[in-house]
């Protein structure tokens, strides 16, 4: 099952789980308004306000740091365009030979982090990818370094870039997996439903519920915790990163 769809039924899962506790909580709050009175819900206030206080702590929280991630892997796609685009410039040191078949595996290498960030959906073109960019990495390296031992000044000059851009795409792949530990996740779940039962249960003095409200309620937490899984996987959902890509194709198109 791929993670989009898991994201997705989990907001959808989440929204009817709130608008089910939104009405056990309320029945459950009428039948301790019969049998109590106005004491059954005598201070309860202050812990359905430390409730609601902790789930609202925890969505900023998570939404602060997708939204940090989200934007460190933008930048990241600039920064390794840039070191691509330096390590392209650098190649002119060497000689005409060497310069040709190092651009030429510049070239794949390029086209194929385009494909990679295009599919990352895709598992079986992902792990294909990534061992081909292990390939040319070793194809642009070993004669990069048979040109260093020759001209100890070329070497100063090209092997940095290079190195940069191998170790900012390692950094690239790694980032694609750094998220919360699904534990927070759970918890997060876990208080936008107590929540849900809670409020249903401080309106039990109504005779009835306004479905306008229960469903608003309910779809605006499922929404925002649907936001925060989208950033969070920001190759896979409606918010994504792929428009920076637009550098590294603007890049390959000038290395002709």
Known sequence: MSTTLICTLSAIGLFFGVLICLRVGWRLGRKSYASAGDDGHAGLGALEGSVFGLMGLLIAFTFTGAA????????????????????????????????AEVRGHLRKYIDTLLVLGANAGDFQVRTTAMAELGVLQQRMWQPLIGAARSSPTTAIAVLPPFNEMFDLTTTRLQTAYQHPPVAIYLMLALLVLVSGLFSGFGM????????????????????????????EYPRLGLIRVTSSDQVLVELRATME
């Open 68 to 99: 940090g991630r989200f934007q460190s892997r933008r930048d990241l796609i600039t920064q390794h365009a840039n070191a691509a685009g330096t390590a392209w410039l650098r190649t002119e040191l060497l000689e005409d030979s060497v310069k």
């Open 204 to 231: 039990a003095k109504a005779k009835g519920q306004s479905w306008m409200h229960l469903v608003g309620f309910s779809a605006v937490l499922a929404l925002a915790i649907y936001l925060i899984f989208d950033l």
